[in-house]
């Protein structure tokens, strides 16, 4: 593994692991602050402890989140430094607000946890909700400054030299919007099946039914968010690809020559050299009308650009094709929970019904990281779009592939203690938050 490798290996594993926890930042704590809201409506002690246990999750996750996120900002110095030393001044605010949320979040989580029967009921709920709106808008300015590498703005390039450099432009560049959106949207998605998907199993084991049913509908409720909204907020970003990366959009279908009434291709197994996708479907002229809002739209190919600036075509095809597929089953999932929730409410005990939303657990986080890699692996070969390539920011230095190897040791160890810590989490529903159970001890269920 050479040094170059090694390091895009490390950012891809670094940035792989935080995404997750970026997520469930953006995400959980909202479903927390629904099942606050519904204590203090209802009075229900079920939701008081649902509460209770999912604010503890938020709390691992957020710890684990907090040490992967400080891990990549030291990587971006120190395995690229010549991108930040020229990107730094450019993007660097959205960084900066970024850090502004996380200290915000921590504090307001720190309120919420330890707040129980001493804080005024609202101020406490309004604490938790507080978590939420700060995790989202620290995930939404992390991709404001990934966007800016997709969409440059806010400066002029003059023989090699960055000059009139404007933060507010840079943070707001054409691509923040699109993928923002789309991030919000998958990161409800992915985060609501996966907590619906391990409440469901909990229910097929027959453990506390009554709290992980309420979890479990509660999580669904988001996750039909993300379901929805994810074809909308997709059609957006796939528009403002075509506009801003042409190339990456022709990667993404492994899409050759440039036409009008270009066909979505389906499947397939892309051949670079003779320009061909073997063994796919395609649906005639719906790639030009996802791409451009008409049906006979021109789609420019792969082959109007230099060999030398094109893609993995292969991999990012093969990641657009996986986020599509779990994408469009997730969206069926969704109408079927509805079907289920208002006209057949039988199916809600069924095990066939809960045992397909636990083998889902994993579809949303399938899809979201398959779609960065369609936007990372897609950049390529630029690490900012148009203005300096990936090869020309990595550090001189030798020896990456052993902090590779480094780096991967301390993920693989986290995610075995993260494990852990939840697993005990949930084996501890019993006796710290159903009241319903008959091993429940009111004494140590404290904050």
């Not at 949320?101 to 504090?107: D, G, K, N, P």
């Not at 049913?213 to 509660?218: E, G, L, P, S, V």
């Not at 050299?273 to 739209?297: D, I």
């Not at 190897?405 to 494990?419: D, N, P, R, S």
Request: with cysteine.
């Amino acid at each position: 593994m050479d040094d170059f490798i090694a390091a895009r290996s490390q950012m891809a594993l670094s940035l792989g692991f935080h995404i997750i926890f970026a997520c469930v930042g953006m995400v959980m704590p909202f479903l927390m602050a629904y099942s606050h809201w519904k204590y203090l409506k209802t009075g229900s002690e079920i939701y008081k402890g649902l509460t209770k246990a999912w604010s503890k999750g938020v709390a691992i996750l957020f710890a684990t989140g907090a040490v992967s996120g400080t891990m990549l900002s030291f990587e971006l110095g120190l395995l690229w430094p010549k991108f930040m030393e020229h990107a730094g001044p450019i993007f660097g605010m959205p960084f900066s607000l970024e850090g502004t949320a996380f200290f915000i979040e921590a504090i307001a989580l720190g309120f919420f946890l330890y707040g129980w029967d001493r804080l005024n009921k609202w101020f406490h709920w309004v604490c938790g909700l507080i978590v939420g709106i700060s995790g989202l808008a620290s995930g939404i300015l992390v991709v404001a400054a990934n966007a800016w590498m997709n969409s440059p703005s806010g400066f002029d390039f003059v023989n090699g030299e960055y000059i009139n450099i404007d933060p507010i432009k840079a943070m707001f560049n054409e691509a923040w919007f699109p993928q923002a959106l789309h991030m919000t949207v998958a990161a409800f998605c992915a985060t609501g099946f996966a907590v619906a998907g391990v409440h469901a199993y909990l229910i097929l084991k027959k453990k506390n039914v009554e709290f992980h049913t309420k979890a479990f509908r509660i999580a669904m409720g988001f996750a039909l968010i993300g379901a929805f909204g994810a074809p909308l907020s997709g059609d957006i970003a796939a528009k403002s690809v075509t506009k801003r990366q042409p190339i990456k959009l022709a990667a993404m279908e492994a899409h050759f020559e440039t036409e009008k009434g270009a066909a979505f291709v389906l499947g397939g197994i892309p051949d670079e050299k003779t320009g061909e996708v073997k063994y796919s479907v395609k649906v005639p002229k719906v790639l030009s009308f996802l791409a451009t809002g008409e049906f006979n739209g021109e789609v420019k190919g792969l082959n109007d650009f230099s060999r030398d600036l094109w893609p993995p075509v292969a991999v990012v095809h093969y990641a657009f094709q996986i986020m599509i597929f779990f994408g469009v089953v997730m969206m069926f999932m969704g109408g079927l929970y509805l079907f289920a929730l208002y006209k057949k409410k039988e199916w809600m005990t069924k095990k066939w019904f809960l045992k397909m939303f636990f083998i889902a657990t994993p579809f949303g986080y399938i899809a979201l990281e398959s779609g960065w890699t369609v936007t990372e692996v897609g950049r390529q070969p630029w690490i900012i779009y148009g203005v300096m390539k990936t090869i020309d920011a990595v550090t001189p230095m030798p020896g990456i592939q052993y902090s590779f190897y480094f780096f991967t040791f301390i993920f693989v160890t986290l995610a075995m203690i993260l494990a852990f810590l939840l697993s005990r989490q949930i084996k501890m529903v019993p006796k710290l938050y159903d009241p319903t159970d008959p091993n429940y001890s009111p004494k140590t269920n404290k904050s």
